[in-house]
Nanobody
Framework: QLQLVESGGGLVQPGGSLRLTCEASRFTLANYGVGWFRQAPGKEREAVSCISSGGGTTHYADSVKGRFTISRDKAKDTVYLQMNSLKPEDTAVYFC????????????????????RGQGTQVTVSS
């Protein structure tokens, strides 16, 4: 079964930074568009960002624009989410998800129900 694994979560003070990492097992992540999502207790899941398989297209939720950056490293077959200027409202379980998007290397979006997702990593922003 295809698996995604997230890492890099933790406890950070407001204004701090974290970098989340998404890796795949049993498939090549580079062939897929990847999205990051988050879900806080009692709240609906929120799409945070996505990057196309080719890396040329990215999208961000308004709540994280200018603070978060998504990127991918083809050589390491990894996708990152750099999170800066973190706020308490960013506290959530973050998980990555992958979708083939019909092999369109330029495409990703924040509304698709992605085919594969990981278990998530906890991010807590608190003083």
């Amino acid at each position: 079964q295809l698996q995604l694994v997230e890492s890099g979560g933790g406890l950070v003070q407001p204004g701090g930074s974290l970098r989340l990492t998404c890796e795949a097992s049993r498939f090549t992540l580079a062939n897929y568009g990847v999205g990051w999502f988050r879900q806080a207790p009692g709240k609906e899941r929120e799409a945070v960002s996505c990057i196309s398989s080719g890396g040329g297209t990215t999208h961000y939720a308004d709540s994280v624009k200018g603070r978060f950056t998504i990127s991918r490293d083809k050589a390491k077959d990894t996708v990152y989410l750099q999170m800066n200027s973190l706020k308490p409202e960013d506290t959530a379980v973050y998980f990555c998800a992958a979708d083939g998007f019909d092999h369109e290397s330029w495409y990703c979006d924040l509304t698709t129900e992605y085919d594969y997702r990981g278990q998530g990593t906890q991010v807590t922003v608190s003083s």
